[in-house]
């Protein structure tokens, strides 16, 4: 199978080709990425020497690039589009919208209009279960059913992209499948995000600033489970289909926070409560029962193993860290942070 992937080089993107390329060996990748202040071409380093030319493409392009996304898709005529480019923080799309307006909603629509003109067989556009909003402390999980009712920028910019999606389906004909899934974390993911965040503050002894009363509760899901779910859509999922993926895993931020300085061996007076972030959702929780039926899915992590391996990971890749940690980081976080 020849798989488009965009987005390849940020945190899933990077998972997901890494999966590919070791579970199927007659998968070849084209990674197709802008390599936005998320992307990184060093996550694949190891796989570019050992693959690179063989089973492993990179152009650097941007999704919202009509031209460039047909010229790539024509050189490498794929059989599956697997759509992971977006921007991605809500913390950023609060700062300022516009990108997740261009890239997420913009991008999308391009890219999908692309694939159709090239006849490209198969589309699965990544989603979030943010795109439903917020649920109460009683209510139950999301389903494929819920409305969309987004309340961040971020999450608004990825309702848009579905109901586009949607909307190719419903008019085109065309083949996509969007997939939602929760709260990823796991090996390369970038440190605005809450777990390595937390992670990489804790080895500094730094503040770990924890938004309003840390009560809010998000569905964590290992990295590997996503893919496999991503996989299994991939390779099985039903044209037009929408499928949920969760990882069983409800928490509220500050026990997350209080684990992580548990397995650093750190204090929990380090914690310092901040201003919460405005229109901050309370919880999210996943019903990816169809998700069971219909792909045979079922997370395979707990939380707790789960989140210390990733401590492991982050161990045996401080380099890493502190390489991404550049100077675009570095001032987004100090004034993001300063403001609170
Ligand atoms: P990320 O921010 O780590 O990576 C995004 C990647 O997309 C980067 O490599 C970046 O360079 C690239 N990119 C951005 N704009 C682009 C453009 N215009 N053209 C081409 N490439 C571009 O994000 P992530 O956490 O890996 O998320 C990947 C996808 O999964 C996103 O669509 C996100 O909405 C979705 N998702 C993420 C989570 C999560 O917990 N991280 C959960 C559910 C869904
Ligand atoms: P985040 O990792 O940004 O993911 P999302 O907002 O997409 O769920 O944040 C996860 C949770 O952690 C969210 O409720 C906000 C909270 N949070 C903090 O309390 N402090 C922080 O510094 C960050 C980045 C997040």
């Known amino acids: 199978m ?26 070849t990748v084209l990674n197709l990425d802008k390599l936005t202040y998320a992307g990184n071409l060093l996550n694949l380093a190891d796989i570019e020497k050992e693959h690179g030319g063989t089973r492993y493409f990179f152009e650097k392009a941007d999704i919202a690039d ?36 261009t890239t997420n909603v913009l991008g999308t629509q391009v890219l999908m209009q692309a694939a159709r003109d090239a006849g490209i067989p198969r589309f699965v556009h990544i989603s979030t279960d943010e795109v439903y909003g917020s649920l109460k402390a009683d209510e139950p999980a999301f389903t494929e059913q819920n409305p969309l009712l987004p309340n961040s920028p971020y999450s608004a910019s990825k309702a848009g992209a579905d109901l586009m999606v949607r909307a190719f389906v419903e008019t085109f004909g065309f083949p996509a499948i969007i997939t939602r899934c929760s709260n990823n974390y796991g090996p390369y993911q970038f440190p ?48 037009g289909a929408i499928y949920n993926f969760g990882g069983n895993a409800e928490r509220s931020n500050i026990d997350v926070v209080k684990a992580i300085l548990k397995l650093t061996g750190k204090p929990e007076s380090l914690i310092t409560y ?29 939380f707790e193993q789960g989140l210390a391996d990733t401590l492991k990971w982050y161990e045996n890749n401080k380099e890493w860290l502190d390489n991404v940690k550049s100077g675009a980081y570095m001032e987004f976080m100090s004034r993001w942070y300063g403001e609170r």
């Open 2 to 27: 020849r798989l488009l992937i965009t987005g390849g080089c940020g945190f899933i993107g990077t998972n997901f080709i890494r999966y590919q390329i070791a579970n199927h060996p007659q998968t």
């Open 66 to 101: 009509a031209t460039a996304v047909q010229s790539i898709l024509k050189k490498f005529s794929p059989d599956a589009i697997i759509n992971f480019a977006a921007e991605s923080h809500v913390d950023r799309s609060i700062s300022d919208p516009a990108p997740f307006v």
């Open 192 to 239: 605005e995000k809450l777990i390595p965040l937390m992670i990489s503050k804790a080895w500094e002894e730094g503040n770990l600033p924890v938004y309003g009363d840390g009560l809010n509760i998000r569905d964590w899901i290992h990295v590997e489970d996503h893919c496999h779910g991503i996989d299994l859509a991939l390779r099985t999922g039903k044209e």
């Open 274 to 302: 901040v201003k919460d972030r405005p229109g901050h959702d309370k919880r999210y929780a996943m019903d990816y029962s169809l998700a069971q039926r219909e792909l045979g899915y079922t997370p395979a992590h707990s």
